[in-house]
């Protein structure tokens, strides 16, 4: 290890920065995020989740607000650093954080409280849980300069949609009882599943005829084939018992899922785009 070499201080600035982002993405904003979901679903909660920490009294509204109010400080701080630190004209890292706060907060809280409603809910969490994060991540590193660089991200969140429908799963009776049309509760298991079904599989289909399209024969091949597992999943689990294995119909296809989110995202950085 030699500090005077230009490149090797490069890549650990490089890694610093990487890490720093992936700490706002994580900690604060999906920290943030599921704290304030958790505040104004403690009703629902204390049917569906007694244990959970809130409905079970574990800790107190002081202490839930304090730790809103400190992550959304420290997400708007952290981005705005990453902002600095990339040299940017435009603050885009800070914008990321800025819209993730915003989506948190019109998702859980009234009067909007998007997650009444299965659709908008479930489109909100895909563009907090997957597009929101890539921008972030892109932006701290580039520009934010091509129409690929925003649309992609957002047709692979529409995926989300799919274990947002699965989560759902085991909060029937809380969600019917306070009146949350979640996908599960407005069309019933059996047709739900199968929406849950399409909804993970084919953007994720899309983005790989995409790439295919511009020539990533490669990387479309591998999206492609992270879907065959997940495809197995939907097969073994989520069609025959969706309620029972939501956990481990889970568990089973998020890793591949993200291996294709990567992919892609890969694939973006490094493909030229004058092509």
Not at 35 to 52: G, H, K, V
Not at 99 to 125: E, F, H, M
Request: proline share 6%.
């Amino acid at each position: 290890f030699n500090p005077a070499d230009r490149d090797i201080m490069l890549g650990l600035q490089d890694a610093a920065r990487g890490l720093l982002t992936m700490v706002l993405a994580g900690p604060f904003m999906e920290g943030y995020s599921q704290t304030i979901n958790d505040w104004y679903d403690r009703d629902i909660d204390a049917i569906n989740e007694p244990y959970r920490p809130i409905p079970s009294g574990a800790i107190s509204e002081l202490q839930v607000m304090q730790q809103i109010y400190f992550l959304i400080t420290g997400s708007l701080c952290i981005g705005l650093g990453i902002d600095v630190w990339a040299g940017h004209n435009f603050p885009a890292v800070l914008l990321c954080a800025f819209i993730g706060t915003l989506a948190g907060y019109i998702y859980s809280a009234p009067p909007l409280r998007l997650k009444q409603n299965g659709w908008s809910g479930d489109v909100a969490i895909g563009l907090c849980y997957v597009t929101l994060p890539w921008w972030c991540g892109h932006a701290a590193f580039g520009e934010l300069d091509r129409m690929e660089y925003w649309v992609l991200p957002l047709v692979y969140s529409l995926s989300g949609i799919g274990p947002a429908i699965a989560n759902d799963f085991k909060s029937i009776e809380g969600d019917k009882q306070f009146g949350i049309d979640s996908i599960p509760v407005m069309y019933g298991v059996d047709v739900a599943k199968w929406i849950c079904a399409v909804a993970q599989v084919f953007p994720q289909l899309a983005v790989a005829a995409y790439l295919y399209f511009v020539g990533e024969t490669a990387y479309a091949f591998a999206i492609a084939g992270l879907v065959l597992p997940q495809l197995y999943y939907i097969k073994m689990l989520l069609l025959v018992d969706p309620v029972a294995n939501d956990i481990a119909f889970q568990t089973s296809c998020q890793p591949f899922f993200f291996l294709g989110l990567v992919a892609t995202a890969l694939c973006m950085g490094q493909h030229d785009w004058a092509v």
